[in-house]
């Protein structure tokens, strides 16, 4: 049987240059970006999101994105149940799929498949979902010290989740993970490109960036959907609206709020870094070097890997 074409899955910090990356790919290779980020798929939330403008497009079909009422909830089984189908639908057609990374678990589920723990029986999601939030924090650390150094301290699903499954299984949700980063890829022909910055130079793009989305109306945006009532409980979550949400309700200043973004942003291009680091021993990868480097001149690089 004839192997299919590859083609790139690009990967990388935040602000790092994904976009136009893949965008100088779609241009070279005859392809359409795939993009795999869990708030661009929201509707509204343009500015905070870095979502692809028009002009940033260059007239490239950019799927996925704009997909999801703000009140919805979306998980990575949705995501995987739109992007399987239309990455087969793409190839078919002979057009290359370009899929960019917001989201490293959206990346990671794409290319092996989702991560699967056993349910927990109702007794224990009863026991985790009464005790208080610090009191799983710390059990959390007790039998999955892993797993809670990963695990943001506010983020209450994930850590509820954690539980479960060490309460359920016996054994800590970190381990069961290792064993799901080792199976063999369900998707071969993809080729995961992978954009490598230095800390310091990445956290002050994150910097720029973030007075960019001032500057070009953040703030006027997400007051506009807090006023019209139009957050849902998981896109409230998005960094740039959450932390102006706090400061719309009045439990902090403007400029309090666009520090915390900067924080959180640079917090979350930490997260990657970890989420990279696992996904750099994947066989076939590639990886650049991009500090202040141009996406022509990283596209002059990795162009010829693929047999399109």
């Not at 990346?107 to 979902?129: C, N, R, S, Y």
């Amino acid at each position: 049987m004839k192997s299919l074409p590859s083609y790139p899955v690009i990967v990388g910090p935040t602000a790092g240059g994904k976009t136009a990356l893949a965008v100088e790919l779609a241009t070279r290779l005859t392809g359409e970006v795939v993009t795999a980020d869990a708030y661009q798929i929201y509707t509204d939330l343009t500015i905070g999101t870095a979502k692809p403008t028009d002009d940033e497009q260059q007239g490239i079909p950019h799927h996925l994105i704009d997909i999801v009422d703000l009140k919805d909830r979306f998980t990575v089984h949705d995501w995987l149940s739109l992007a399987n189908p239309l990455v087969d639908t793409l190839q078919n057609d002979h057009i290359t799929p370009i899929v960019v990374g917001g989201t490293n678990l959206y990346v990671k589920a794409f290319l092996d498949g989702l991560f699967t723990a056993p349910e927990p029986t109702q007794a224990i999601k009863e026991q985790v979902e009464t005790m208080p939030q610090p009191d799983r924090r710390a059990m959390l650390s007790e039998v999955d010290p892993i797993a809670a150094e990963r695990i943001n301290g506010a983020d209450l699903r994930r850590t509820r989740r954690a539980l479960e499954v060490y309460l359920q299984t016996g054994t800590p949700i970190s381990e069961l993970q290792k064993q799901w980063e080792h199976e063999k890829t369900s998707r071969p022909e993809a080729v995961l490109v992978g954009l490598d910055w230095p800390t310091e130079l990445i956290n002050a793009r994150i910097n720029q960036r973030v007075k960019i989305m001032i500057d070009t109306g953040l703030v006027e945006e997400a007051r506009a959907i807090f006023d019209a009532d139009g957050f849902g409980d998981q896109s409230c979550e998005a960094i740039g609206y959450k932390q102006l949400i706090a400061h719309f309700e009045g439990r902090c200043t403007l400029d309090e709020a666009i520090e915390r973004i900067k924080i959180d942003t640079r917090r979350f291009a930490k997260n990657q870094r970890t989420w990279l680091k696992r996904l750099r021993v994947r066989e076939g990868s590639i990886w650049i070097n991009a500090a202040n480097r141009s996406a022509q001149d990283i596209a002059d690089e990795v162009c010829p890997l693929f047999n399109t």
